[in-house]
């Protein structure tokens, strides 16, 4: 015998039916290579290219990674289970989030690993150590003054695409697969005031510096001669370079830049060795 049911209890066993009932889930969530995204369709880095890039940025627990389109998870993930590093995802996509997070989840690393949403060009990503991306050219491009913009040092990686003139630190290949790793660096570019000090004696003279991203050249004023630096290099907050005095003998100098200043050691061919300072003009 069937009995007619009041139209607010109907309504509310409804309501408790839909409530109960299976809805679209992580589990559900499927991505498919190709997946049309914000900026970029979704074509997953192999795992051996995540950990070389890793691997490349010297990757520590002591770190911060930061996956620029993070997608599934996978870098992010492999930088907390493999490298001990706390890491972060950036994933504009929900249903990739939710998927990312589950994916994290299921690895054990949600305390060092987490994938969040947002927009790349929103969220800010500058607290990082190292910053890893899968990105268009044009989007490496566009995110390149932010990047050039982070503390010296920050270890950037990608997969594929490079920074047009901003050349890589090194370029590694993984299975006809490529990649790359910036270090930023610091700012040098510009005339120094240099203070020498040691063996009892103190020495001060001016050294101007051009500076192409990483690439720097320059000249030491000793006086009235203008002397050329031999191998200069700059790596993120490290700076190195070498030039003859005017008695002939050979100084060797590495340091660090901090800012508007610069300090480290130096010696000379026959095995003196000295401090050096350098503040900005």
Same mark, same amino acid.
């Given at each position: 015998m069937s009995r007619a049911i009041p139209r607010g209890v109907a309504l509310a066993l409804a309501a408790a039916v839909l409530a109960t009932a299976?809805?679209?889930s992580a589990?559900? +969530? *499927?991505?498919?290579?190709?997946?049309?995204? *914000?900026?970029?369709?979704?074509? /997953? @880095? /192999? $795992?051996?290219?995540?950990?070389r890039m890793l691997n490349m940025a010297q990757t520590k627990p002591e770190d911060y990674v930061i996956d620029l389109g993070a997608g599934d998870g996978k870098i992010t993930i492999a930088a907390a289970k493999k490298f001990g590093a706390r890491a972060l995802g950036i994933e504009y996509n929900p249903d990739m989030v939710t998927h990312a997070q589950s994916n994290a989840r299921a690895a054990g690393v949600l305390g060092k690993a987490q994938i969040v949403h947002g927009d790349i060009f929103? !969220?800010? +990503? @500058?607290q990082a150590t190292v910053l890893t991306m899968y990105l268009l050219p044009s989007l490496n491009m566009k995110l390149r003054p932010q990047i050039l913009a982070m503390r010296p040092g @920050?270890?950037?990686?990608?997969?594929? +695409?490079?920074?047009?003139?901003?050349? /890589? $630190?090194? !370029?590694s290949d993984v299975d006809g697969r490529r990649a790359f790793l910036w270090i930023v660096p610091a700012n040098v570019n510009g005339r120094w005031a240099m203070e020498l000090s040691g063996g009892g004696s103190s020495e001060k003279l001016s050294l101007n510096l051009d500076q192409k991203f990483q690439k720097i050249e320059g000249t030491a004023y000793l006086g009235p001669v203008q002397a050329g630096l031999r191998e200069p290099r700059l790596s993120g907050f490290r700076i190195s370079f070498t030039y003859v005095d005017n008695k002939s003998v050979r100084r060797d100098f590495t340091g660090r830049v901090t800012g508007n200043s610069m300090e480290g050691s130096f010696r000379t061919e026959s095995g003196q060795d000295g401090r050096w300072s350098a503040t900005k003009k």
């Open positions: 299976p809805v679209a589990q559900q +969530f *499927k991505p498919y290579v190709g997946q049309q995204g *914000k900026d970029v369709v979704w074509v /997953p @880095t /192999p $795992d051996e290219v995540v950990e929103v !969220t800010d +990503f @500058t @920050t270890r950037v990686v990608a997969h594929a +695409f490079n920074m047009e003139d901003w050349e /890589p $630190d090194e !370029t």
